[in-house]
């Protein structure tokens, strides 16, 4: 997990290990460390937007293109514990 100050820059795991509670303990470590995070994700990225939803993460934001101006749809999340 690439962790900023409390923006969640990416996680990472290998897909033989995805499904394994590996990317929720991720997110719980750092929640832990930094009592709430923020994120950025794509939101054709359905199956990740899923995730942080079951994790508890609340859209703040929404926009039309990524943050270098490309027609790609992102989302803000936040999660506080």
Do not use: W
């Not at 923006?7 to 460390?33: C, D, H, N, T, W």
């Not at 950025?40 to 990740?48: E, F, K, M, P, S």
Request: with cysteine.
């Amino acid at each position: 997990m690439g962790l900023m100050n409390n923006f969640v820059g990416g996680i990472f795991v290998s897909p033989e290990a995805q499904g394994k509670g590996i990317g929720q303990a991720l997110i719980a470590y750092g929640l832990e460390l930094k009592g709430g995070l923020n994120l950025d994700v794509y939101a054709l990225n359905t199956r990740t937007c899923e995730f942080y939803k079951r994790l508890g993460f609340v859209e703040t934001d929404r926009r039309s293109t990524d943050k270098e101006g490309l027609p790609f749809e992102e989302i803000s999340m936040y999660l506080s514990n």
